[in-house]
């Protein structure tokens, strides 16, 4: 079974990482977007044997763009007896219309996950889960390297000390394609984005960049994957 297969390199990466301990409640950060459900379905399976016995909630921070229905996916968490709460909040007015950013997606994912680590406490949550995956890992790698001039990358575990809340990222050891293929399969739901501005950021341009490299060089990804752990990048060693 797919599920099973994908909950093993999520499980592989959650124990490299020491993303999960007994007595986390861990809330999952859900877009809507395929990424945040193949993780809630993957999180959900791992639940039932993982050692840690942790808990489980998910969280969508709904940023007021029109035409977004999430009722899908709380028909999903109530069938799988996972609590489910969508957080309201004035992000597309304030990214959009007040401030009219011409860049807009970094301050959007900003203030999305300062929405959601606010809320934290309030689910009596310590852990965050987010939706990164192996695609995500080396279009930031590139991002870093030929926007900024530096090598970096996002943790695989970050402390928020400000918020007191710990950011995990269980599927950076699954691809796009893999992602792709789990969704399908088990017919999760997916809610379309309605922003103006989805696929059309400089992550996009990288992703269309790297897509074409691969032509050269197919085993690309697995190549910056392989030295971001190896080197390896701030954060990046695996537990001892």
């Known amino acids: 079974m797919l599920l099973n297969k994908f909950t093993g390199y ?15 409640r861990v809330a999952v950060g859900i877009s809507g977007g395929k990424d945040s459900m193949a993780m809630l379905a993957a999180l959900i399976n791992l639940q039932r044997f993982h050692p840690s016995n942790f808990e489980l909630i ?22 799988r007896n996972v609590p489910y709460t969508i957080l309201k909040t004035d992000i597309k007015e ?36 987010l939706g990164h995956h192996t695609d995500d890992v080396v279009e930031t790698f590139f991002m870093s390297l030929l926007l900024e001039g530096r090598i970096n990358c996002f ?43 989805d696929g059309a950021s400089k992550r996009a341009e990288i992703k269309e960049q790297i897509e074409n490299a691969k032509l050269i060089y197919p085993d690309l990804k697995s190549k910056i994957m392989g030295a971001i752990k190896s080197l390896p990048l701030e954060g990046w060693g695996k537990a001892e």
Do not use: H, W
């Not at 999520?10 to 986390?24: A, F, N």
């Not at 304030?94 to 950013?101: K, P, S, T, W």
């Open 155 to 197: 943790k695989p575990v970050t402390y928020m000390s400000r918020a007191d809340v710990t950011q995990i990222r269980p599927m950076l050891y699954v691809s796009e394609e893999q992602i792709i293929s789990l969704v399908s399969e088990l017919n999760l739901p997916v809610v379309r984005s309605t922003c103006s501005e």
């Open 94 to 129: 304030i990214v959009f219309d007040i401030r009219q950013e011409k860049q807009p997606c970094s301050l959007c994912s900003k203030m999305r996950r300062g929405a959601l680590n606010d809320s934290m406490k309030d689910f009596g949550c310590n852990k965050l889960a």
């Open 10 to 24: 999520i499980r592989r990466c959650v124990d490299d990482y020491e993303m999960l301990k007994e007595g986390d």
């Open 58 to 79: 998910a969280l969508t921070v709904d940023m007021g763009f029109s035409g977004m229905d999430f009722s899908p996916v709380a028909d999903y968490c109530r069938q």
